[in-house]
């Protein structure tokens, strides 16, 4: 039986980082990639979207033994990929509290979010009439809305569409055939991440 290859790497002391520790961080990254970080105006996303970058890094290392890598490709709906590396699956997450990557040898999806509060039109909007009920149901509909969020996103994120797919349908059964999803609530650093991965 071939055994199966993924690991999570998720760094949630992001915020520990002063601006002079971010600015050298972002100057040690890849031109390519530095360009990506630069074109956030705030420097929180630019030490988000570095942070994601190193985290791929380090899972590509722990994975396949990768060190070296070229720029990202993209499929159609914006889903990157490694160009030469057809065995290679990844996906990158980041929030201000945490940022991530999950690197595996099947189609997989990860999603970081801060806890948000579960507003009305913003829970009805995104999620269908169950799942809304369970989230006003719940003793914290803050941390059960951004759960389903990430399983939504990493969900998504796995099939490589991102939310162009219908948000209702996206935990329903039949769009769950074939995925393991797993979600982890932080509550001390004020997180939620989920992982999809294909069976």
Request: net charge negative.
């Amino acid at each position: 039986m071939k055994k199966v290859k993924e690991v999570l790497c998720i760094n949630d002391h992001i915020a520990d980082l002063g601006e002079e520790q971010t600015e050298r961080l972002i100057a040690s990254l890849p031109e390519w990639r530095r360009e990506q970080a630069l074109r956030f105006i705030h420097l929180q996303g630019r030490l988000e979207c570095a942070v994601g970058y190193i985290e791929l890094l380090r899972g590509l290392r722990q994975c396949f033994g990768i060190k070296d890598m070229s720029a990202f490709a993209y499929n159609e709906h914006g889903k990157p990929y490694l160009p030469g590396h057809s065995e290679v699956h990844f996906s990158i997450s980041h929030c201000k509290e945490a940022a991530g990557c999950l690197v595996a040898d099947r189609p997989c999806g990860l999603d970081i979010e801060r806890i948000r509060k579960a507003k009305d039109d913003l829970v009805r909007h995104t999620m269908n009439p169950e799942e809304a009920e369970s989230i006003f149901a719940s003793p914290f509909p803050d941390i059960a809305f951004t759960s389903l969020w990430t399983q939504k996103e990493a969900v998504l994120k796995l099939k490589g569409t991102g939310i162009v797919d219908d948000l209702h349908s996206a935990l329903m059964p039949d769009n769950l055939q074939g995925i393991e999803l797993q979600t982890v609530e932080n509550t001390w650093k004020g997180y939620v991440y989920s992982v999809a991965i294909q069976k």
